[in-house]
């Protein structure tokens, strides 16, 4: 069972990883809210993938809308890995819901004054929590911290930068200044959290559409995974570790560190430049860097999410 049931919102961009991180959040949390952000896809799809597995899961949570581009930068997909739909490799129900509203930032501002001690949870990139940060300042002091998925002591989009703070590092870099609790998963760590096949079998075994689905896409993003790199035995299931280090944290282990945004470096844009210098000189930490999972015992808390909403 888990240790801690945190009020969470969820800002995502489904994306394969988000789904699952919204199945783990329904399981796991109070999920008061799910945001939308362009990300893996443009903000239509991202926004209709999670009216899916909100309908999928039979969740009555508001799904808001949010940014359709970063806050500079022009607009970037993932689509090379997602597909086109953000969600490719499933036969997909349409959605019965619809959207709350289309203002995802307003949504995230007015609920963290309504209720204190709110963990945001971005999965995506950073641009509706920059937003909601800058036009009101005091949500930084009203919530619990920030738990992303992002960064890492490697790239992926690029040789040193991670999708989500790559697609806007000026968001990235006003949350990464905001001044409150911070956990970061980055990929160094959510390489270590990979759907293999026998993982994927599990689900797949399970009965009912949702087991179905999930198993299909699993199996879509694991083998898109291994066809892009070289010695990955399944896809890497970033976005679930921002729910689980706040529910089970006992599975990981981390390191409080200075962290940075690269805003301008023409090789190092977007990147997360994590200070581990053994310095004294060396500034305070502003963010738990996650640094190891148990990832059987997390993929299990994730298996078992998806037998829960499975009949
Ligand atoms: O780099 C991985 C991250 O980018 C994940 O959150 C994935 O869903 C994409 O958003
Ligand atoms: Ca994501």
């Known amino acids: 069972m888990p240790e801690t049931i945190p ?6 961009d489904p994306g394969h990883d988000d789904a699952l991180a ?7 949390t109070n999920l008061l809210g799910i945001t939308t952000v362009s990300g893996n896809a443009p903000i239509e799809s991202t926004t209709y993938n999670a009216l899916v597995m909100k309908d999928l ?3 009555d949570v508001p799904v808001h809308k949010g940014a359709m581009c970063p806050l500079v930068a022009e607009p970037q997909y993932a689509t090379y890995v997602h597909g086109e739909s953000g969600l490719d490799g499933a036969d997909l129900p349409a959605p019965t819901s619809t959207i709350d509203s289309e203002n995802a930032v307003e949504y ?6 309504a209720t204190e001690g709110i963990w945001l949870v971005p999965t995506g990139p950073l641009t509706n929590i920059a937003m909601a940060l800058r036009l009101a300042p005091d949500v930084g002091h009203r919530i619990a911290g920030i738990s992303l998925m992002g960064g890492g002591t ?5 040789t040193s930068a991670e999708f989500n703070i790559w697609v806007d590092p000026e968001a990235a870099d006003i949350v990464y200044k905001y001044g409150g ?5 980055g990929l160094h760590v959510t390489h270590q959290f990979r759907a293999t096949q026998p993982r994927i079998d599990v689900v797949k075994a399970m009965p009912g559409q949702l087991a179905s689905v999930l198993g299909d896409l699993m199996q879509f993003f694991t083998n898109m995974y291994m066809s892009r790199h070289h010695g990955m035995d399944g896809g890497a299931v970033h976005d679930p570790l921002a729910i689980l280090v706040l529910t089970h944290p006992h599975l990981f282990t981390r390191k409080n560190a200075h962290v940075v945004i690269e805003l301008t470096g023409t090789h190092t844009r977007g990147m997360t430049v994590i200070d581990e210098r053994d310095l004294r000189e060396v500034k305070d930490g502003n963010c738990d860097v996650l640094m190891t999972v148990n990832a059987q015992e997390a993929f299990d808390v994730m298996t078992q999410a998806i037998k829960y909403f499975s009949h």
């Open 181 to 185: 609790p911070l956990i970061m998963a």
């Open 7 to 12: 009020s969470i919102i969820l800002d995502c």
């Open 22 to 28: 919204i199945v783990v959040a329904a399981r796991h």
């Open 154 to 158: 490697f790239g992926n989009r690029t």
């Open 108 to 113: 995230i501002i007015d609920t963290c004054r």
């Open 57 to 59: 899961l039979g969740l």
